[in-house]
């Protein structure tokens, strides 16, 4: 969205063993995901997030760690700084 200013979170996913496919496709159904894939690590899943503020944010955020599969998540905030 050029010329408005959006705030951006990564999510990083462990997913039960076989379910990262799963969790990829449920995921990619929820508003604010704007791309979730399966990668290779100690993660199975990254869905990168994108809402207008912190607070509309919170509700994608939490909902990526609901779906069957997911075990744990962890969510990596993007970050300003001030000049």
Do not use: W
Not at 5 to 29: D, F, P, T, Y
Not at 62 to 76: D, I, R, S
């Amino acid at each position: 969205m050029k010329g408005t200013l959006m705030v951006s979170a990564c999510v990083l996913i462990r997913s039960g063993h076989g379910k990262s496919e799963e969790v990829v496709a449920k995921v990619r159904q929820f508003e604010g995901v704007r791309n979730a894939f399966a990668v290779l690590g100690r993660y199975d899943v990254v869905v990168d997030l994108e809402a207008p503020d912190p607070t509309a944010l919170g509700n994608p955020a939490f909902k990526v760690g609901e779906p069957g599969g997911v075990v744990f998540t962890e969510t990596l905030v993007e970050i300003q700084r001030g000049r």
